[in-house]
C-alpha cells in the first residue's frame, strides 16, 4: 500500500506542483492550520469544493479500490499492478444513514455531539465511496440523490489543528 | 472424511460480568462440557480457544490460559483470531483434530468480555498507514450498525422492506430469548416497543440491534473409535465451513470505505462461501434444514442472511416472517436461543454458543424453546473484513 500511495503522490505532484503542508491562501472554508486525516487519501492541498480521492485502478480489469491497493482485488487479475486514479465530481447516493449515538474516535469527541449523516455514493468509475454529509438540513437523504465529493473540517485533532477529510454536498433529491 | 461426534457441551449465563475473569468463563463452560461428555479433563488431547482481543496478551493466548486453569497437562492448543468468526475457527482447528485422526478426544472453546457500547477499534501498539479500520472512525464515523443500516436501506429500497418487518424480526427472536434462561434479555418485545427505541443508526433502532456481553461456551469432539465406547450427545458435527468475502461482492463490508455496486457479483459473499462448504462436507442442502442460530446482529441480518444461506428464495424473508414462519412452531424457526439479541454478542464465544443450542435441540432438551422433530441445525457467524463460519449438525 505504501508504494502505491507514493506512486500516487508523485502523479499528484507533477501536476499540482510542489507539495504543500498547508491549506493554500485563499482556500475557502478550511483554516490555514488545516491538516488531512493521513497522508495518501486524497490531493492535498486542494481547494475544498473539488475533492479528488486517490484510489487505484487495474489496468486490465478497471476495478478501482479506495484507498489505493498495490494489487487489483480481482482473482483473474491476481497481482495485477494497479495504476493511480482518482475520484471526484459528483455521484449518486445508493444508500445513507445517520449515526446517531456518539461513536468511538474524534467524532465522538465532538461538544455537543450532533447525529452524523453518512452516505454511500456510486460514482461513475463503478466504485461507492463511504462518506459523512456536510451542511445536512436533517431531512432524510433518499437514494438516488446527488452528493458531490467536497473536503470538509471534519474536528479539530489534538494538537488543536482542523482535521479535514472528504465529505459528501448534497446537490438534490431525486 | 471422518464421522466427528459431539460429546458434550457447556455454556455460561450470558451477561454482563464485571467481577469474573474471561478465564473464570471459560473454566466454567470448560467443566460444564466435560461433564456433559462423562469425561475427565486429563483425557481431553487438544483444546482449541477463541483469542479474547480485549484481553491483551493473555487473552489472545486464551488456550494456552485456560489449559493451565483446567490442569495443565502438555496439550497441544492453538489461539485463533477471525473477528466474529473465531469461534468457528477454533471448532474447525478441533474438528480437524477429530477428521485426520490426530485426536480422539478435541475440545474447543470461546470465553470473551466485551466494552461497552459500540465495538471500537481494536488497540494497536504500531502505526500502520491507511488501515481502513481506523479510517472508518476518523474518516467516518462508521461504527458496525452504520455498516448494517447502510446495506439495510439498499434492501428496503430493492424489495420494499419495511421498518415493521424489522421491527417484528426482534418481536419474533425475542419470544425465544424469553425462554432461554442463559440469556441476557430474557423477555419478549412487542414491535410497538422496538420502533420505539431509540434510534441507532437509521432505521435500526437500538432494539433491532445486539448488545455486547460476557460469555462463554465450549464444546468436546470425539472420534467414531470413541463414540463405539462412550456416551455422546447423539449429534454428529457434519459440516464446518470458513469463507471469505469476493472482490465483486456488491455489499459494503466492515471495515472498508467502499464497495463495487453494481457487479455481477454475489451479496454476502463470505457467507456464501462459508454456507457452501459446510453444505457439501455435511452432505445436506439447504431445504433439509430444520432450524437455524442466524448471525443475527441486527434485525436486516436475519432477513439478508437467510438468502445468503440459500434457507428462502431471494425477497421471500419477508414474506416467511410476516407469515409467523421463522417462529417456533412456524416451517423454519430462526434462532431458538434467542440469538445474538437476546444473548449479546460475545465475538469470541458466540458460534459456540450457537453449537451448543444446535446440540441441546438436536437432543431433544430445549424445554419449552424446543423445535420440534429437528434433525438437522445450522449456526453462523459473520465478521470483520469479510469472513464467515457455518456449521452444520446432524442428529
Known amino acids: 500500500v505504501r508504494s502505491q500511495v507514493a506512486k500516487g503522490d508523485v502523479v499528484q505532484n507533477e501536476r499540482e506542483g510542489p507539495k504543500l503542508t498547508a491549506a493554500p491562501d485563499g482556500a475557502e472554508g478550511l483554516p490555514s492550520s488545516a491538516r488531512p486525516i493521513a497522508a495518501g487519501l486524497f490531493v492535498w492541498p486542494s481547494p475544498p469544493e473539488a475533492a479528488r480521492l486517490l484510489a487505484s485502478r487495474c489496468p486490465e480489469c478497471g476495478d478501482v479500490s479506495f484507498p489505493a491497493v498495490p494489487h487489483c482485488r480481482m482473482p483473474a487479475c491476481a497481482l495485477i499492478e494497479t495504476e493511480p486514479f482518482q475520484i471526484s465530481g459528483t455521484g449518486r447516493v445508493i444508500s445513507a444513514t445517520v449515526q446517531r449515538y456518539q461513536p468511538p474516535g474524534p467524532f465522538g469527541q465532538r461538544q455537543p455531539f450532533q447525529p452524523i449523516p453518512i452516505a454511500l455514493v456510486e460514482f461513475e468509475a463503478g466504485i461507492a465511496v463511504l462518506g459523512v454529509v456536510k451542511d445536512w438540513d436533517g431531512e432524510p437523504i433518499p437514494s438516488g440523490s446527488q452528493a458531490r465529493l467536497v473536503l470538509t473540517t471534519l474536528y479539530p485533532g489534538e494538537d488543536g489543528a482542523a482535521v479535514v477529510g472528504w465529505a459528501y454536498q448534497l446537490e438534490g433529491r431525486p | ?395
Open chain 2, 1 to 395: 472424511v471422518s464421522v466427528v461426534h459431539v460429546m458434550g457441551v457447556g455454556m455460561t449465563p450470558w451477561g454482563k460480568f464485571p467481577d469474573r475473569t474471561f478465564v473464570e468463563l471459560g473454566v466454567e463452560a470448560l467443566r460444564q462440557a466435560i461433564g456433559d461428555a462423562g469425561i475427565e479433563w486429563r483425557e481431553v488431547e487438544s483444546l482449541s480457544a477463541a483469542s479474547h482481543v480485549w484481553g491483551g496478551l493473555p487473552g489472545i493466548l486464551a488456550a494456552n490460559q485456560l489449559v493451565n486453569a483446567m490442569g495443565a497437562s502438555g496439550i497441544p492448543v492453538s489461539n485463533s483470531y477471525n473477528a466474529c468468526a473465531s469461534t468457528g475457527t477454533a471448532l474447525y482447528q478441533a474438528y480437524l483434530e477429530i477428521a485426520s485422526g490426530m485426536s480422539d478426544i478435541a475440545v474447543a472453546v470461546g470465553a470473551d468480555k466485551s466494552p461497552e457500547g459500540f465495538l471500537p477499534q481494536v488497540p494497536k501498539v504500531i502505526a500502520q498507514p491507511v488501515d481502513v479500520d481506523e479510517l472508518r472512525w476518523t474518516a467516518v464515523a462508521a461504527s458496525n450498525p452504520v455498516y448494517w443500516a447502510l446495506e439495510c436501506r439498499r434492501r428496503m429500497d430493492r424489495l420494499g422492506t419495511t421498518e415493521e418487518d424489522l421491527a417484528l424480526v426482534k418481536a419474533t427472536i425475542s419470544r425465544h430469548g424469553a425462554q432461554n434462561p442463559s440469556a441476557r434479555y430474557r423477555r419478549s418485545y412487542s414491535m410497538e416497543e422496538v420502533l420505539a427505541s431509540p434510534m441507532v443508526a437509521d432505521p435500526l433502532h437500538l432494539l433491532e440491534l445486539c448488545a455486547t456481553s460476557d460469555g462463554a461456551a465450549a464444546v468436546v469432539l470425539c472420534s467414531d473409535r470413541v463414540a463405539r465406547r462412550r456416551r455422546t450427545t447423539g449429534v454428529r458435527l457434519a459440516g464446518v465451513g470458513i469463507g471469505t468475502g469476493e472482490a465483486d461482492d456488491p455489499a459494503l463490508r466492515m471495515p472498508y470505505l467502499a464497495s463495487t455496486p453494481h457487479a455481477s457479483g454475489r451479496a454476502l459473499s463470505e457467507s456464501v462461501n462459508s454456507a457452501a462448504r459446510a453444505y457439501k462436507q455435511a452432505g445436506v442442502s439447504p431445504q433439509d434444514v430444520d432450524f437455524a442460530e442466524m448471525p443475527d446482529n441486527s434485525a436486516w441480518h436475519v432477513l439478508a442472511y437467510l438468502e445468503a444461506l440459500e434457507l428462502c428464495a431471494p425477497g421471500e424473508p419477508e414474506k416467511l416472517l410476516r407469515e409467523g414462519a421463522l417462529g417456533l412452531g412456524g416451517r423454519l424457526p430462526l434462532c431458538p436461543s434467542g440469538g445474538l439479541s437476546s444473548l449479546g454478542e460475545a465475538v469470541s464465544a458466540q458460534g459456540l454458543a450457537q453449537v451448543y443450542e444446535l446440540t441441546r435441540q438436536l437432543q431433544g432438551r430445549s424445554g419449552s424453546r424446543q423445535v420440534e422433530n429437528a434433525r438437522v441445525g445450522l449456526g453462523q457467524v459473520y465478521g470483520l473484513f469479510g469472513v464467515s463460519s457455518t456449521v452444520v449438525a446432524v442428529s
